[in-house]
């Protein structure tokens, strides 16, 4: 039997969170002196604890814990509860993650303010290319709506491609259009340039994009989460040259490695 002190050592815990839940009936200790009301604990309470600790730290309340500690969980379904909560956690993380990069973004604008571009802008035609392509809807143009759709399209084009043994000859390019259900929802094209025709059975289309005789383009890098400022310098530059945008831009993916910080992608506005 250990004190309250040697095992709020060993559990890595404080002697005043034992004490808490111990009042509240989520871990009792294995005997209370009646006369000095010294607190023992046993070493198998080792693994109460661990589960407590575990439970709270994902999240769930101290009632949720008792809970579930009342219900005799089995390890193995308590391991897949853990397992789901982290997934969830890890979601929510890099949901944030993203928040936190167009927030930067925004601010980056922000700070441009007035400032002359300092991105070089190209006017230039761009040649009809074929893309195969996966479509989507996006509740908005806002790197919020694009990223979460455009992203898993890509994933499962390129395993499509694979599948069908297609090997793509070119960058990836996206290119977007306002949706028939309206309300600023945006229609999604996440494509990939390849050699190949529409064959029966394929489950992506074939699609030619057509050449564009006069197109702004200006080179982003970094992840499209942060793509705004850059977006908003071409559309200051086409403003001041007194030029008019015909189109949401297009998207081509020139490097996309596994460091999204060194994404390389152009901007392809096409102008009336």
């Not at 200790?29 to 006369?35: A, L, V």
Request: glycine share 8%; net charge negative; hydrophobic share 40%.
């Amino acid at each position: 039997m250990f004190t309250i002190g040697d095992f709020a050592r060993h559990g890595r815990v404080s002697a005043r969170m034992l004490r808490h839940y111990d009042a509240i009936g989520l871990l009792r200790p294995e005997h209370t002196d009646p006369f000095t009301g010294y607190r023992y604990y046993s070493a198998a309470q080792l693994a109460t604890l661990n589960r407590v600790i575990a439970l709270k730290d994902l999240g769930f309340t101290l009632h949720q814990v008792r809970q579930i500690l009342e219900e005799q969980v089995s390890t193995e379904e308590l391991r897949g509860m853990l397992t789901l909560r982290r997934a969830e956690l890890e979601e929510s993380m890099a949901a944030a993650a993203a928040r936190l990069a167009q927030v930067e973004a925004r601010l980056r604008s922000i700070e441009s303010e007035g400032r002359m571009p300092t991105q070089d802008v190209v006017i230039k035609s761009t040649p009809a290319v074929r893309v195969a392509e996966l479509t989507a809807v996006a509740g908005g143009y806002g790197p919020e709506h694009i990223g979460p759709v455009i992203s898993p399209l890509y994933e499962e084009l390129f395993g499509r491609l694979k599948a069908a043994g297609v090997t793509p000859t070119g960058p990836g390019i996206a290119y977007y259009e306002d949706a028939p259900e309206g309300d600023g929802a945006i229609l999604v094209h996440a494509g990939c340039t390849v050699p190949a025709d529409q064959e029966p059975g394929r489950d992506f289309a074939i699609v030619d994009l057509p050449a564009v005789e006069r197109a702004a383009t200006i080179v982003h890098r970094g992840p499209m989460d942060a793509v705004v400022p850059t977006a908003q310098i071409l559309a200051r530059w086409i403003e001041a040259g007194g030029h008019r945008s015909a189109g949401y831009a297009r998207e081509v993916y020139v490097e996309c490695p596994p460091d999204k910080e060194r994404w390389v992608t152009e901007l392809q506005e096409p102008l009336a």
